[in-house]
């Protein structure tokens, strides 16, 4: 059976509600920012404020540059959150499995709900309707066979509209496309592919093999290859009711944003590891796994992903590192976060039995950290994070530790 996925996102949701609740910013160029006075980016820019270049993720200082008459409106998380709540609350009456994907984007599994793309049309009408009787707020919508054709069309819709894309239409629809528009794919993606391959749109980069992406971008050449021929398998799942939900979490910001990948790569074993001892502490297995990246902007994006039971580091590293380059899109980090869901007690633990080299590793580990501390014991690449953000310190960057 065909799946009809629907993705919504909201337009310039920051700084939208702060048209709404502020009329007499309605029709004018803002900046949504935290600190509008010291070190800050532009969270959100309104419709108005985006003519003039001024786009999310733009220090506030260069955003002035390009227009000295934009109005800086310091954010109120608390206030967004409380929205996002809400739509949440009316994307949940309309489908079964509703994927929150941030604070202003969520996927909605259709296939059950709709007979056929018209109907799924019909409820994308609806729920646009409802956000906006509900809160004043624009809305778009992308309706397709899977996630990453939907996320695609939704963004060619904007502002305000609704797209469906059916499955012997995708390939006409992306082909017209250049590279930026599939998620994932960042400046410095699009840069490589055009250095690297000489292409620019996805008609182009379908011609490259598979072979030749994953020479280039490694694993993540899987995703582009992939993305660019409209495949996509990611099912849409549910997060569990927060007060039904438990987990085991781990996050830091970091005091500096990086693209350095061998420092995430580094931050992400920390916070796996970190993860896992204090699993097998409580004699706990997790089988679902959710990353969460904050960008420089402040965009935050969480990914999850079923797993088979375990409180393993080694396990739970690889497929957080998998979730990492799924939707990592190239910006600078400026937070990421671990956190093991859908936890199981086992009335014994794991090494009480035949232990294999990494269950042996582990219980090594979680002996010198309860004997010597936490912090007793580190992986090598966590141990060469400490000295690559040595080396930015001495070296003058603005980088200092986590």
């Not at 502020?22 to 959100?44: E, F, M, Q, Y």
């Not at 979490?249 to 970190?274: A, C, P, Q, W, Y």
Request: aromatic content about 8%; proline content about 3%.
């Amino acid at each position: 059976m065909e799946k009809i996925i629907a993705h919504i996102d909201m337009d310039a949701f920051f700084a939208s509600i702060e048209q709404v609740r502020r009329p007499w910013l309605k029709g004018k160029p803002i900046g949504v920012t935290n600190h509008p006075d010291g070190r800050s980016v532009i969270a959100t820019a309104s419709y108005e404020a985006r003519a003039y270049g001024i786009k999310s993720g733009m220090p506030v200082k260069e955003a002035l540059k390009l227009f000295p008459d934009l109005i800086l409106v310091k954010g109120d998380a608390n206030l967004y959150e409380k929205i996002s709540d809400g739509i949440y609350e009316i994307l949940i009456k309309y489908a079964p499995n509703v994927e929150r994907f941030s604070i202003d984007e969520a996927f909605l599994d259709l296939t059950y709900k709709a007979k056929d793309y018209e109907e799924a049309r019909t409820i994308g009408i609806n729920i646009k309707k409802e956000i906006f009787e509900r809160f004043s707020l624009p809305s778009t919508i992308g309706i397709s066979y899977n996630k990453l054709v939907a996320k695609i069309a939704s963004k060619e819709a904007k502002p305000n509209g609704l797209l469906v894309v059916r499955k012997e239409e995708a390939d006409h629809f992306l082909k017209k496309l250049p590279v930026s528009k599939i998620p994932g794919v960042g400046k410095k993606i699009e840069e490589a592919l055009k250095k690297k391959f000489n292409v620019e749109t996805i008609e182009q980069l379908q011609k490259i093999e598979l072979n030749e992406l994953i020479k280039v971008f490694h694993t993540y050449g899987v995703f582009i290859y992939n993305a660019a021929h409209g495949i996509d398998n990611s099912e849409v799942i549910a997060e569990f009711e927060k007060e039904e939900e438990k987990s085991v979490g781990n996050s830091t910001t970091l005091d500096f944003d990086t693209d350095d990948i061998e420092i995430i790569k580094g931050v992400l074993r920390r916070l796996s590891s970190n993860v896992c001892y204090r699993l097998r502490l409580k004699n706990l297995l997790t089988e679902r796994i959710t990353l969460t990246i904050r960008y420089e902007d402040f965009s935050t994006f969480s990914h999850s992903k079923n797993i088979p039971k375990t409180n393993l580091d080694s396990q739970i590293y690889s497929e957080v590192l998998n979730l990492f380059f799924e939707i990592y899109n190239g910006q600078k980090v400026r937070l990421l976060g671990v956190t093991a869901r859908h936890l199981s007690h086992i009335p014994y633990t794991l090494f009480e039995h035949h232990e294999d080299k990494n269950e042996k590793l582990a219980s090594a580990i979680d002996k010198a950290r309860i004997k010597m501390g936490d912090e007793s014991v580190s992986y090598a690449n966590s141990v060469n994070l400490r000295f690559r953000l040595a080396n930015k310190k001495i070296s003058g960057g603005n980088s200092s530790a986590l």
